[in-house]
């Protein structure tokens, strides 16, 4: 197959390369979805179960990208320790602080990634389902607090190869 992925948030959507000739595309990439840093256009409430969801589809792309076939989704609904906060500090500087309040913008770690099994919407005739899968992938959102509109955010954490470390497939 020759799969992509489309990723939307908040009314916002972005996509992947495709991987041609691929059933285990790895791609490391980061959406930063909401327009710029002094006008973003996703409204993320300060209750996390009020955030809307991550909407996640994988593609296989046929005939030099103008079809493309359906193989599956899934929904992240974000929990309190994917959520971050960047603000201001007494400085003047740019931070970005953890659910808990603390200080992070110096250490912050990519999140790690679990695998997440894609909705099987279709069920042929004899009970097999035409989309089927799973995804590893890990899911992060920094709010951005009103005084901090028009400043730098910092750049996400790069995620590489685990070395071995991938947790196991479902």
Request: with cysteine; glycine share 8%.
């Amino acid at each position: 197959i020759d799969p992509f992925m489309r990723v939307r948030f908040g009314g916002e959507l972005d996509k992947t390369e495709t991987v041609y000739a691929n059933n285990d595309p790895m791609y490391y990439k980061t959406f930063r979805l909401g327009g710029s840093e002094s006008k973003s256009t996703i409204y993320a409430p300060t209750d996390n179960n009020l955030l809307q969801q991550v909407n996640l589809q994988v593609f296989d792309e046929d005939l030099g990208g103008f079809d493309e076939d359906y193989i599956g989704m899934l929904f992240h609904k974000f929990v309190d320790s994917e959520v971050q906060t960047a603000r201001l500090n007494s400085s003047g500087e740019l931070e970005v602080v953890n659910n808990l309040g603390e200080v992070i913008t110096d250490t912050m770690e990519p999140p790690r990634p679990v695998w997440q099994v894609l909705f099987e919407e279709e069920i042929n005739d004899d009970g097999t389902t035409d989309c089927e899968g799973e995804v590893l992938a890990s899911f992060q959102l920094i709010r951005i607090s009103e005084d901090c509109k028009g400043k730098k955010l910092p750049e996400p954490p790069k995620r590489t190869r685990m070395n071995g470390s991938m947790p196991p497939p479902m």
